[in-house]
């Protein structure tokens, strides 16, 4: 054969498998491609979706012959079974019905011949067809036959409307086709969902002679519960569920958990359908205990034409014969759901009704026990109290500066009265807050007339309104005008979403006229008198009692302050520095002390003490009478602070007044403001604090040149000697060691010597006891009475620096005088002079 001939059929064969390929694309698929027993359902030019089947069909003929037709509600989009009659409807198990049936897929391991007869399918034990009915209409059919032995590896087989050979589908993915109609009936009974249900009632009836009830609630708006009967007002919404079946429910969310776990247990639970007699089951109403629980539901949620939401409720009610149980075995009831066509009876467990009966028996057990429950995440926003001190008004505002981390800002308060605000205490604001909200502080109820008529006046001296998340947002922008502009009342724009109103007391609690929104009438609670007595409150309760500070700003106490006087004991003193951050302290009076440094730690902290004042109590918040003042002693006050500052170069004084002894502290009046207050005592012992620097040395111990000590007076009088022994110290030549005259009198130490220079460099006084006072004797300030004399002489310096240490005052320190403190008498520490006072050979090491 020639290349030629070769060349032309290959030239053939490739034509044909480019026709061949292009009529397999262009040829629509078959209803026989893919795995599935329905592939039609799966065709991607013309799908169908599981919620697109709106009617299902199961026809049997095995065991017996059935057929069962389901229907799906265009609104609410749930299932019906409408044949063999209308029953209650398992919408999740039919949806599964539909789904198994839309994905069986043929089971490629099985070994299947084409033999329908072989397979039960020449008269299909079960027909399944599904229907959508909405144009263009679908319509499949699944033919069931038999079922392969085995459970794990267990098949079905079928043929389909698409596909008419036999196939195998495991039975795991195919076995709700099975199912009886028990299977498809609804296990729920009144409501599968607690947010469903709108309303709740119930009813018992003894034999048809004694009734309990009607007990019903309704919820209302923001998913509130109120009664309907009894008109008992607001419901208790949330809780924990009570422990155990003997105690009636206290919350209305326990109740729904109740009602939404009513169902039937297993399919025996199916007793009679249509049944004649319901005494046969201890239901009927004239000779039986009658329990009845109706609920209204939520079915659908939808948009009308106008594209509206468009809400469909449905009310559903379950009879209960809880007179007596099923048999002695079964610790059950019979029950049935109200149904004017047909009495289904079923079987419900006791106890799911136990709860209901004893709610039935106490109806208040629902009663909303929390005077303010605000629920969910509101918070108030505007609380109005009326009481004998007037109107207070307090409104909640944002601080400017955001919390720490990105947190939001804190919240703050203010009080209006009238035209004018005041910074209030956020603390109190929070306390009367969490007073009104606490959890179960009403301790009962009141529903006669004629008793709230005498508890609740017609006009209460106590009225409280609290509105929630009603103010105005902030306007966030900043005016960048100089002048001040009037601060201005923010006011809710809603009704408040609590009135209450305070009357007189009922055996030992206060009577409060509960209202909600802008509701006519109220309910009328017990509370204890504390709440009463926190929303009597006058306005002094809620100032904020962190008293201004004089320099702006709590932290920074030492802006710009250049003097400070202070008055006690009838002595003034004057305290002032140079307008300079560093610049040191120095005592201007007394003239006795004019000159002399003050002591900074001292000054400092009364200076943070008084620009960080918070008062115990507000006593007055205005300017009061002269009588009043010479009452708390702040006429002519024990105790005077005087804080000059600088402020745009001219001095500004802020005074502060402390009066007579109060409870929890002293009267106080501050001139940043027309207070008066109570401050705590320890701001008066800061106050008292010794002004005076305590410095007694301060120089540099490797430039002294000689040191004498003087004393031992009292061992030299066991040697036969009259007079102090004195040792004279030199600085060996050279800087090292130390030279002693009388050079026989010990062989100094130079560590021991360089020690107490150490010591010395840095002497503070430990407290001062006398100024410009002459030593006592009993305070043995001479040397030859045994006290001890140290001179030092500095390099640079004239004069020798002394010290003289007397007699110990106990166990604190010892009395001392020095030329570096004329006139002062004070303390030094002990433990630097026991060794030293004890014995010259202290210098020699010993």
């Known amino acids: 054969m020639s290349f030629k001939t070769t060349y032309i059929l290959f030239g053939l064969l490739a034509v044909v498998l480019l026709a061949f390929i292009l009529t397999l694309w262009m040829e629509p698929s078959t209803p026989d491609s893919g795995t599935y027993v329905l592939p039609s359902l799966h065709n991607k030019a013309k799908p169908?979706?599981?919620?697109?089947?709106?009617?299902?069909?199961?026809?049997?003929?095995?065991?017996?012959?059935?057929?069962?037709?389901?229907?799906?509600?265009?609104?609410?989009?749930?299932?019906?079974?409408?044949?063999?009659?209308?029953?209650?409807?398992?919408?999740?198990?039919?949806?599964?019905?539909?789904?198994?049936?839309?994905?069986a897929s043929l089971d490629t391991k099985a070994d299947v011949l084409n033999k329908p007869q072989q397979y039960g399918l020449d008269e299909p034990a079960e027909v399944v067809t599904l229907v959508k009915e909405a144009e263009p209409r679908r319509e499949v059919k699944l033919n069931v036959g038999d079922t392969s032995p085995g459970s794990q590896n267990a098949v079905i087989y079928v043929t389909s409307s698409d596909r008419k050979e036999v196939m195998a589908v495991k039975k795991s993915e195919l076995d709700t086709v099975k199912k009886s109609l028990a299977d498809f009936r609804a296990r729920e009974l009144l409501s599968p969902s607690t947010g469903d249900i709108q309303t709740f009632t119930l009813l018992e009836r003894n034999k048809g002679k004694d009734?309990?009830?009607?007990?019903?609630?309704?919820?209302?708006?923001?998913?509130?519960?109120?009664?309907?009967?009894?008109?008992?007002?607001?419901?208790?919404?949330?809780?924990?569920?009570?422990?155990?079946?003997?105690?009636?429910?206290?919350?209305?969310?326990?109740?729904?958990?109740?009602?939404?776990?009513?169902?039937?247990?297993?399919?025996?639970?199916?007793?009679?359908?249509?049944?004649?007699?319901?005494?046969?089951?201890n239901l009927d109403p004239a000779k039986d205990d009658i329990l009845r629980i109706e609920v209204e539901r939520v079915e659908s949620v939808n948009k009308d034409e106008k594209g509206d939401k468009k809400t469909e409720r449905k009310k559903v009610a379950l009879v209960v014969g809880v007179g007596k149980k099923v048999d002695d075995k079964n610790d059950q009831y019979y029950a049935y759901i109200d149904d004017p066509k047909h009495k289904d009876i079923i079987k419900i467990a006791s106890k799911s009704v136990a709860r209901f009966l004893k709610l039935v028996d106490k109806p208040d057990a629902l009663r909303e026990r929390t005077l303010v429950a605000l629920g969910g995440f509101h918070k108030p926003d505007a609380i109005n109290i009326e009481n004998s001190w007037g109107k207070l008004e307090f409104r909640r505002t944002s601080s400017a500066a955001a919390g720490p981390r990105g947190m939001a800002p804190p919240e703050s308060w203010k009080l209006w009265r009238g035209d004018k605000s005041y910074a209030v205490d956020a603390t109190a604001v929070q306390t009367l807050i969490s007073t009104l909200t606490a959890p179960n502080q009403v301790s009962g109820f009141v529903d006669d007339a004629a008793t709230i008529k005498t508890l609740i006046p017609e006009k209460p001296e106590t009225v409280v309104r609290i509105w929630t998340d009603s103010l105005p947002a902030e306007d966030k922008k900043k005016d960048d005008k100089k002048e001040d502009k009037k601060d201005k009342k923010p006011e809710p724009k809603d009704?408040?979403?609590?009135?209450?109103?305070?009357?007189?007391?009922?055996?030992?609690?206060?009577?409060?006229?509960?209202?909600?929104?802008?509701?006519?009438?109220?309910?009328?609670?017990?509370?204890?008198?504390?709440?009463?007595?926190?929303?009597?409150?006058?306005?002094?309760?809620?100032?904020?009692?962190?008293?201004?500070?004089?320099?702006?700003?709590?932290?920074?106490?030492?802006?710009?302050?250049?003097?400070l006087t202070l008055t006690r004991d009838g002595t003034k003193y004057e305290i002032s520095r140079e307008d300079k951050a560093d610049a040191p302290w120095k005592i201007d009076q007394p003239k006795d002390f004019a000159g002399r440094t003050a002591d900074k730690s001292a000054v400092e902290d009364i200076l943070r003490d008084l620009n960080n004042l918070r008062a115990v109590k507000i006593v007055s918040d205005k300017a009061p009478e002269a009588a009043k003042l010479t009452e708390w002693g702040l006429k002519d006050p024990r105790l005077k602070a005087v804080v000059t500052r600088m402020v745009d170069k001219k001095p500004k004084t802020y005074e502060f007044d402390?009066?007579?002894?109060?409870?929890?502290?002293?009267?106080?009046?501050?001139?940043?403001?027309?207070?008066?207050?109570?401050?705590?005592?320890?701001?008066?012992?800061?106050?008292?604090?010794?002004?005076?620097?305590?410095?007694?040395?301060?120089?540099?111990?490797?430039?002294?040149?000689?040191?004498?000590?003087?004393?031992?007076?009292?061992?030299?009088?066991?040697?036969?000697?009259?007079?102090?022994?004195?040792?004279?110290?030199?600085?060996?030549?050279?800087?090292?060691?130390?030279?002693i005259e009388p050079k026989d009198a010990i062989k100094p130490d130079a560590s021991r010597m360089d020690s107490f220079l150490k010591n010395l460099s840095e002497l503070k006084a430990v407290k001062f006891v006398a100024h410009k006072a002459k030593p006592s004797s009993d305070q043995e300030l001479d040397v030859n009475k045994g006290a001890l004399l140290v001179e030092l002489m500095v390099a640079g310096e004239k004069t020798p620096r002394t010290l003289t240490v007397g007699k110990a005052d106990g166990n604190t320190g010892y009395f001392a005088i020095s030329n570096q403190l004329p006139g002062d008498i004070f303390e030094v520490r002990k433990d630097l002079f026991d060794k030293v006072k004890e014995k010259p050979a202290y210098f020699s090491g010993q």
């Open 211 to 281: 009734i309990k009830g009607p007990l019903e609630l309704k919820k209302g708006s923001e998913e509130r519960w109120a009664y309907v009967k009894p008109s008992y007002g607001d419901a208790h919404d949330k809780g924990a569920n009570p422990a155990g079946e003997d105690k009636a429910p206290t919350n209305v969310e326990s109740v729904l958990s109740d009602i939404s776990s009513l169902k039937i247990e297993s399919d025996k639970d199916f007793v009679k359908d249509d049944a004649a007699d319901l005494g046969e089951y």
């Open 658 to 739: 402390f009066g007579k002894d109060a409870d929890g502290g002293v009267y106080l009046r501050a001139s940043q403001q027309d207070m008066i207050v109570v401050a705590g005592s320890n701001v008066v012992n800061t106050l008292k604090r010794e002004l005076q620097d305590p410095t007694v040395f301060h120089f540099d111990a490797g430039k002294v040149q000689e040191v004498k000590v003087s004393g031992w007076i009292s061992l030299q009088k066991q040697l036969g000697k009259d007079k102090p022994l004195t040792l004279m110290f030199k600085r060996a030549k050279g800087g090292s060691g130390w030279e």
């Open 495 to 563: 009704k408040p979403a609590f009135t209450l109103s305070f009357g007189r007391t009922q055996e030992g609690k206060a009577a409060v006229e509960r209202k909600r929104g802008d509701a006519k009438t109220g309910t009328v609670v017990l509370v204890s008198t504390k709440v009463r007595d926190q929303v009597q409150e006058g306005p002094l309760a809620y100032l904020d009692k962190q008293l201004p500070p004089f320099t702006g700003i709590h932290l920074d106490h030492l802006k710009d302050v250049t003097k």
């Open 48 to 103: 169908i979706k599981e919620d697109d089947i709106t009617r299902v069909e199961i026809e049997r003929s095995k065991p017996e012959t059935e057929k069962l037709v389901f229907v799906r509600d265009s609104g609410s989009r749930k299932w019906r079974i409408v044949e063999p009659r209308d029953y209650q409807t398992d919408s999740a198990a039919v949806d599964h019905l539909v789904r198994q049936v839309f994905q």
